[in-house]
């Protein structure tokens, strides 16, 4: 079965405290990125990656990164977190940049 | 900035009525990607519609991209509890550069009572 899995569903911690959320994609696709979604808002993309070792900043980058060291992987690492990364996390992957994108069940993520 | 907006916000309605979502910008749009979003899970591709005026259907949802590929809608007739969600239009667009990305509009949550 086609999917993006991410890990942890839900996740509580502290404020510093470093955190990673882990992607996998079993499509091969080329294409991952990690949005937020928070009320209002809508979906904001937070970095994306083109290809394994190929990654760039989306449109909320800050306090974030990423890496593509295999191309079935793309984790979100959150070095400080801070309490206005309180938020609700997809991981998204797709063929193409523009194309059809499969995501993953989300993270709810709450820095306290 | 290209940007695609949605109206309504919000929307609730009695099962049985139909409505109409809209997704709308000044830009053009290769293509035009629907995609619902239930409560406690990602958004799940519906439909993508590709030629100016294009129309497509399922089941109870008809889906419109406007002619200039500047717009779309969907539409859903004789709604049902079954299509509470969240519905987010996303576009395929190619810039200067000819390098495409896929911009999301903000979303329309739909309620639908019994």
Redesign the interface.
Known sequence: EAQ?TQNPRYLITVTGKKLTVTCSQNMNHEYMSWYRQDP????RQIYYSMNVEVTDKGDVPEGYKVSRKEKRNFPLILESPSPNQTSLY?C?S?Q???????????TRLTVV | TQLLEQSPQFLSIQEGENLTVYCNSSSVFSSLQWYRQEPGEGPVLLVTVVTGGEVKKLKRLTFQFGDARKDSSLHITAAQPGDTGLYLCAGAWFGSSNTGKLIFGQGTTLQVKP
Do not use: I
């Open positions: 993006v209002g808002l809508g979906l997809f998204a797709s193409t940049r523009w194309g059809e994108a499969f995501f993953g069940q989300g």
